[in-house]
């Protein structure tokens, strides 16, 4: 079933703190829709104004539901072929925790995601964690409550959400509209679970459901619950000896084939790492292999490829490990495998105190400075007639610096725009710390 109450309230008029804990709440409602009377107040997310707390919690939260379409496609068409609901209270999962039954200020979205509103005015929220291993949705942090209460702060523009240990949730670059969307890279949050009772693998899995959006079922297929669509299988697993493996399976439905416009896996995120203590671990090497694609005329004949890649690295204060530089194809089968071993960083040269290689980057960078204070001087006494720096430049010269400056103003504004979305472009949160990547909010 989708459903979801009318965003700020359909009568009367919903205080601005509300309406903003109401947008947060609503960003993840199955049906997601703001509307109201004529005779209540203008009540949509820009009446506010551009700074107001509902302004700003909209573009957060309706950009972190964007991320999450691909989650949030694959539960519809779930709950249309099994009758499951998206939004369920949380005994539908916890039936054996009494505690559950006679909660319902809080739902699941799904298998993986915990949702807990702030309802009243404030910042207070007490909320009740299910039995399990539960990770922020945004930071990554792990939540060390299990099957008790869980008291905290959430500031105004925030709203607790937590992914559940042992899942793996797809997303996609969020874009201003859903066709766009469709057309940006996928990730994937992998949240590790614990490991078994033998201690022996810690795993996640996952599902992807992926078709055109908009193509109905043949004729053929009158009658049967199926689209024409593929289903992606993800699973992720941890031995005790360190190794990991990331890996993902494509079968297709009804004949269909995914189009070669469907954008590729461009990262893998995994909560619950368990790594290093320093965030010095990076660039470990990961062993790729893409087999063939399951569906289109590719598939025949073509053998895996194998390579290997360091676009790696760890943030031990969330306890999250980060692939990044992916092109994997999500028609087709792949695998990420790699091993700890000591948690060191790969390959430092057996520095392990690690200064030797911060002290040789110094020394780089004041030969350089030396290198280029010499070369100038050069150019102001005429040594060097190709070192004229600071002369009256020729007329072809000036030709040429007038292309480069304008071809400089145009990188320096393709690196700024690339600098706002990378790993430095973050911001804070009194919630578990949380450290968010701004391409996802």
Same mark, same amino acid.
């Given at each position: 079933?989708?459903?979801? *109450?009318?965003?700020?309230?359909?009568?009367?008029?919903?205080?601005?703190?509300?309406?903003?804990?109401?947008? &947060?709440?609503?960003?993840?409602?199955?049906?997601? #829709?703001?509307?109201?009377? $004529?005779?209540?107040?203008?009540? &949509?997310? %820009?009446?506010?104004?551009?700074?107001?707390?509902?302004?700003?919690?909209?573009? #957060? $939260?309706?950009?972190?539901?964007?991320?999450?379409?691909?989650?949030?496609?694959?539960?519809?068409?779930?709950?249309?072929?099994?009758?499951? +609901?998206?939004?369920?209270?949380?005994?539908?999962?916890?039936?054996?925790?009494?505690?559950?039954?006679?909660?319902?200020?809080?739902?699941?979205?799904?298998?993986?995601?915990?949702?807990?509103?702030?309802?009243?005015?404030?910042?207070?929220?007490?909320?009740?964690?299910?039995?399990?291993? $539960?990770?922020?949705?945004?930071?990554?942090?792990?939540?060390?409550?299990?099957?008790?209460?869980?008291?905290?702060?959430?500031?105004?523009?925030?709203?607790?959400?937590?992914?559940?240990?042992?899942?793996?949730?797809?997303?996609?670059?969020?874009?201003?509209?859903?066709?766009?969307?469709?057309?940006?890279?996928?990730?994937?949050?992998?949240?590790?679970?614990?490991?078994?009772?033998?201690?022996?693998?810690?795993?996640?899995?996952?599902?992807?459901?992926?078709?055109?959006?908009?193509?109905?079922?043949? +004729?053929?297929?009158?009658?049967?619950?199926?689209?024409?669509?593929?289903?992606?299988?993800?699973?992720?697993?941890?031995?005790?000896?360190?190794?990991?493996?990331?890996?993902?399976?494509?079968?297709?439905?009804?004949?269909?084939?995914?189009?070669?416009?469907?954008?590729?896996?461009?990262?893998?995120?995994?909560?619950?790492?368990?790594? *290093?203590?320093?965030?010095?671990?990076?660039?470990?090497?990961?062993?790729?292999?893409?087999?063939?694609?399951?569906?289109?005329?590719?598939?025949?004949?073509?053998?895996?490829?194998?390579?290997?890649?360091?676009?790696?690295?760890?943030?031990?204060?969330?306890?999250?490990?980060?692939?990044?530089?992916?092109?994997?194809?999500?028609?087709?089968?792949?695998?990420?495998? $790699?091993?700890?071993?000591?948690?060191?960083?790969?390959?430092?040269?057996?520095?392990?105190?690690?200064?030797?290689?911060?002290?040789?980057?110094?020394?780089?960078?004041?030969?350089?400075?030396?290198?280029?204070?010499?070369?100038?001087?050069?150019? #102001?006494?005429?040594?060097?007639?190709?070192?004229?720096?600071?002369?009256?430049?020729?007329?072809?010269?000036?030709?040429?610096?007038?292309?480069?400056?304008? %071809?400089?103003? /145009?990188?320096? *504004?393709?690196?700024? /725009? *690339?600098?706002?979305?990378?790993?430095?472009?973050?911001?804070?949160?009194?919630?578990?710390?949380?450290?968010?990547?701004?391409?996802?909010?």
């Amino acid at each position: 079933m989708v459903t979801g *109450a009318d965003i700020c309230g359909f009568q009367g008029n919903a205080s601005e703190s509300l309406c903003a804990r109401w947008v &947060e709440l609503g960003a993840f409602y199955p049906l997601s #829709r703001n509307r109201n009377t $004529w005779a209540s107040s203008p009540q &949509e997310l %820009y009446a506010f104004g551009p700074t107001s707390v509902v302004t700003i919690a909209a573009q #957060r $939260w309706l950009g972190v539901r964007y991320a999450l379409l691909p989650y949030l496609y694959t539960l519809l068409l779930h709950s249309h072929i099994t009758g499951e +609901p998206m939004m369920r209270p949380l005994f539908y999962d916890f039936s054996d925790d009494s505690t559950t039954w006679a909660i319902d200020h809080q739902f699941l979205l799904g298998d993986a995601l915990l949702v807990c509103p702030v309802l009243e005015d404030g910042t207070d929220l007490s909320v009740y964690i299910p039995e399990a291993k $539960w990770y922020n949705l945004l930071s990554g942090s792990a939540l060390n409550v299990y099957g008790d209460f869980y008291d905290t702060g959430i500031p105004l523009d925030y709203i607790l959400v937590l992914v559940r240990g042992g899942y793996i949730v797809p997303r996609h670059a969020p874009a201003l509209t859903v066709e766009a969307t469709r057309l940006k890279p996928f990730d994937i949050i992998v949240a590790m679970a614990p490991a078994n009772l033998s201690g022996e693998v810690a795993t996640s899995y996952g599902t992807m459901i992926l078709d055109d959006g908009v193509s109905l079922p043949p +004729p053929s297929a009158t009658g049967s619950p199926q689209l024409p669509s593929c289903t992606t299988t993800m699973q992720a697993s941890k031995r005790s000896d360190l190794s990991w493996k990331v890996h993902s399976s494509c079968s297709c439905q009804l004949g269909y084939a995914l189009p070669p416009s469907t954008p590729a896996l461009q990262r893998v995120v995994i909560y619950g790492y368990g790594g *290093a203590s320093s965030d010095a671990y990076f660039n470990l090497t990961i062993k790729v292999t893409v087999s063939a694609p399951t569906t289109g005329p590719e598939r025949l004949g073509a053998s895996p490829q194998v390579y290997y890649i360091h676009t790696n690295f760890y943030e031990a204060t969330y306890d999250r490990f980060t692939i990044e530089s992916l092109s994997l194809p999500v028609g087709a089968s792949w695998a990420l495998e $790699w091993t700890d071993g000591s948690g060191q960083p790969f390959d430092n040269g057996g520095d392990s105190d690690g200064w030797v290689a911060p002290v040789a980057v110094v020394l780089s960078l004041l030969g350089l400075v030396l290198a280029l204070l010499v070369v100038r001087y050069a150019g #102001r006494k005429g040594w060097c007639m190709g070192c004229r720096w600071g002369r009256a430049a020729t007329p072809l010269a000036n030709s040429s610096a007038g292309g480069s400056t304008s %071809y400089s103003a /145009a990188a320096g *504004a393709s690196s700024t /725009a *690339a600098a706002k979305t990378g790993p430095e472009s973050r911001e804070q949160s009194s919630l578990l710390t949380a450290h968010v990547d701004s391409s996802y909010l």
